[in-house]
């Protein structure tokens, strides 16, 4: 165990509606990550936040796709008008922003989308 | 563009063996290295990292290399157990961006 919750573990929905996911990095953790990672491939960035600020997200992300951190500790990934493609296991990672670089990601939210 | 590819997307060894895992990256800029091991249904786990300005890294049982002439990073892993199976990720990172992985290499350790 990390020390990174994520919630729910697994979510299956249908096609159209909108799904939240939440992450809890470790609390000293100023620095939270959004990845997105399909069978069989490496985990592919989406976003991140240094505290409650949103500093990057990947020409991944499309318009669907939101990320907040209103308080700069959970964040939360909403996902609007889901399509079968957006099926995928989303990872949640954290870090301090500075000295060490390695992240700790949490063990994911798997979503089927039927 | 940015990439970072593994050689093999599968690696089968016996117990006791030692492993070699492969990892070719293509931006000479990056200054960060990391290896990461994820099991079925859990998110990576950090095994060891590497900063460009060493080429070499042990930890315990596992060792990282880093060539930059070659643009090239390897994880061996020593006495290989059944515990090992897993798949394996690089990934690289500069100052102010994100980690980003390779496909991942799935090791099999048979007893």
Not at chain 1, 3 to 31: A, L, W
Request: with cysteine; glycine share 8%; proline share 3%.
């Amino acid at each position: 165990d990390t020390g990174v919750s994520q919630d729910p573990r697994h979510k299956i929905t249908k096609r159209g509606q909108n799904v939240t996911f939440r992450c809890d990095p470790i609390s000293e953790h100023n620095r939270l990550y959004w990845y997105r990672q399909t069978l069989g491939q490496g985990p592919e960035f989406l976003t991140y936040f240094q505290n409650e600020a949103q500093l990057e997200k990947s020409r991944l992300l499309s318009d669907r796709f939101s990320a907040e951190r209103p308080k700069g500790s959970f964040s939360t990934l909403e996902i609007q008008r889901t399509e079968q493609g957006d099926s995928a296991m989303y990872l949640c990672a954290s870090r301090l922003d500075r000295g060490d670089e390695k992240l700790f990601f949490g063990s994911g939210t798997q979503l089927s989308v039927l | 563009g940015e990439s970072v590819g593994l050689h093999l997307p599968t690696l089968s060894v016996q117990e006791g063996d030692n492993s070699i895992i492969n990892c070719a990256y293509s931006n000479s800029a990056s200054d960060y290295f990391i290896w990461y091991k994820q099991e079925s249904g859990k998110g990576p786990q950090f095994i060891i990292d590497i900063r460009s300005n060493m080429d070499k890294r042990q930890g315990q049982r596992v060792t990282v290399l880093l060539n930059k002439t070659v643009k090239h990073l390897s994880l061996q892993i020593a006495a290989t157990q059944p515990g090992d199976s897993a798949v394996y990720f690089c990934g690289f990172n500069q100052a102010g961006t994100a980690l980003i992985f390779g496909k991942g290499t799935t090791l099999s350790v048979s007893s």
